[in-house]
């Protein structure tokens, strides 16, 4: 097997975003493109030379090829192992575990998460470094930087390498290793939770409806959820991985986890709905006629942590996303946890977690996850879910009854306005961020503005500063509005409007988050002249 040398160039704006570097699937199947990344994230991190990483992808278009890409290129650059998960496949969150328990020195994870997948959908790399997180910023700017001056990179010749049953195999001098992408997962889930509890929950009737959206938890829930927990075959739907999800949009919220939805707002309805995305990370929880939305999911979560065995002794803390709503700092605060405001995207709880600051933290784009491993994890999230009922013996819609009673409701939506021009996103944006000194004080809607700020970070754990993370309004009366470009897109601008307000009044907890943000939907135009500047009058997605 010989090493080739093949020369290149810099390919521009191999930049790694919120999660990872996404693009068109095209763009990444053309010349040197995945190759010229994969080169950058070698040199990024030292050299591919004795090292070894985890490897493993979501199961969408290009997700095989790549991975054996990426094989020929650790081989053809020295390193000593490759784990990967059988068939290239590993959540992400299972991809977090086996970077952290097998001590390896990060690990390549092939997915563009939530984003629909094909030929002419999306496809995303990211690197992950030994604690198991997502990249920090040093890290993907060394990335970066070396994909700015790549010049050629290495690859072995060599066959397709056999990933699709556990065993090793060597290629070149490096042993890959592949897994059952499943089996330390699951091991871990049955460290955390109860499962004899939640077992005997299913013994007892309980019926769930589990939407794998045809991407890659359905292996992960079907081996779980029927296989140790004994829940009903069927429990798990659309649960085989397909290259293009079967067409689905493998985000679970209301909108894209539809079917989801109407099977949970139907008469006869499952006692628990619950979603997952591409790769496996976020999660989506329903009860019957009751949407849970992430932000409170998190603040329930918190609330009744002790109950499972991995968390028994309480919580050291939670963070949350500076968007994701304030539901969980009341539960902090009423239990004396320590708490913590971060930016967007998972990489900054990663310090926190290390540090042993916090145990639980969540962002309200349906992301959860705990210290168990550093990333965001779907299922995780749905087994809490089912311990708690488990341990309580409550149906959704009481848990979330119970929560408001004690804490108060927090209503939350986000409005995105998605393909917008970049030049027209980022001109709302920045006419906003200079108006922000002039707002405070001011009335919009009939409600006061308290304070207006871009919200910048500054990590407690490594001094570092994170900012321009969002522009955030605040109201009298606990309301809130923020304002912020995803950092994820693949085309255009998409402006995310993150609405919350706040009520105790028992008698307003049963209304329509969207009509009781009505104020705040109506304040959030007004301030930003969205409808006037992109000529859309209503949001592309609500969640
Ligand atoms: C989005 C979500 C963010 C999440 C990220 C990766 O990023 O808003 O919470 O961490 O996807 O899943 P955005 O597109 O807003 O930058
Ligand atoms: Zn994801």
Redesign the pocket.
């Known amino acids: 097997m010989d090493v080739i040398t093949v020369a290149t160039d810099p390919i521009e704006g191999q930049k790694p ?3 990872g570097l996404r693009k068109k699937t095209r763009v990444f199947m053309g010349p040197h493109y995945l190759e010229n990344f994969v080169q950058a994230i070698f040199d990024g991190i030292g050299g591919a030379q004795g090292k070894t990483l985890v490897l493993g992808g979501d199961g969408r278009y290009f997700n095989d090829r790549a991975a054996q890409v990426i094989l020929r290129m650790a081989a053809a650059q020295g390193a000593r192992r490759v784990i990967v998960g059988a068939g290239a496949l590993l959540s992400t969150p299972a991809a977090s575990n086996l970077i952290r328990t097998r001590r390896t020195d990060g690990g390549i994870i092939l997915s563009a ?2 984003n629909p997948g094909g030929p002419d959908e999306d496809f995303g790399v990211k690197f992950n470094t030994p604690n198991g997180g997502p990249a920090p910023q040093d890290v993907t700017e060394r990335i970066h930087a070396a994909s700015m001056r790549v010049s050629d990179y290495r690859i072995l010749e060599s066959q397709d390498i056999d990933l699709s049953r556990p065993g090793e195999t060597t290629l070149g001098a490096t042993t890959v290793e592949v897994v059952d992408p499943v089996a330390d997962y699951a091991a871990l889930m049955e460290r955390l939770f109860d499962f004899d509890r939640i077992a005997a929950l299913f013994a007892g009737g309980f019926r769930m409806r589990y939407d794998a959206m045809n991407a890659v938890t359905g292996p992960y829930a079907r081996a779980i959820l029927e296989g140790r927990l004994g829940a009903p075959e069927g429990t798990v739907v659309n649960g085989h991985p397909l290259p293009d999800f079967g067409g689905m949009h493998p985000d679970p919220n209301p909108i894209w986890a539809k079917e989801l939805m109407d099977a949970m707002m139907a008469e006869g309805a499952p006692d628990l709905g619950a979603a997952s ?1 591409g790769d496996g ?2 999660n989506m929880i329903v009860g019957p006629h009751t949407y849970v939305t992430p932000s409170d999911s998190l603040a329930v979560l918190a609330a009744n942590a002790h109950l499972c065995p991995g968390y028994a002794d309480g919580l050291e803390g939670v963070a949350r ?1 500076m ?1 994701t709503s304030r539901a969980v700092d009341r539960v902090a605060q009423a239990r004396g946890m320590a708490f913590y405001e971060t930016p ?3 990489k900054f709880f990663g310090n926190l977690l290390d540090d042993g600051r916090v145990t639980l933290c969540g ?3 349906a ?1 959860t996850g705990s210290a168990h491993v550093r990333e ?1 994890d779907g299922l995780w999230a749905v087994l809490m879910w089912l311990n708690l009922l488990a341990a309580t013996g409550k149906t959704v819609p009481r848990v979330m009854a119970d929560h408001w009673a004690e804490f108060g409701r927090d209503f939350y939506s986000r409005h995105d306005y998605e393909g917008l021009d970049a030049g027209v996103a980022g001109k709302l944006m920045e006419d906003l961020r200079l108006r922000l000194d002039d707002i405070a004080g001011t009335e919009w809607g009939g409600r006061m503005v308290e304070a207006a700020d871009e919200f910048a970070y500054d990590d407690p754990v490594d001094g570092s500063r994170a900012e321009a993370q969002g522009l955030r309004v605040r109201f009298s009366g606990g309301g809130r509005i923020v304002f ?6 693949t085309s255009g601008a ?1 402006l ?1 409007v993150y609405l919350e307000d706040y009520t105790d009044d028992p008698a307003r907890f049963g209304e329509d988050p969207q009509v009781a943000l009505a104020p705040m939907i109506a304040a959030a135009d007004a301030l930003a002249g969205i409808a006037a500047r992109t000529g859309r009058t209503a949001p592309d997605v609500r969640t």
């Open positions: 975003g919120t999660s998460s939530h995305d990370d976020r996303s968007p967007t995207g998972w962002e309200e784009s992301g965001k912020r470009l995803s950092g994820t897109g998409t995310r």
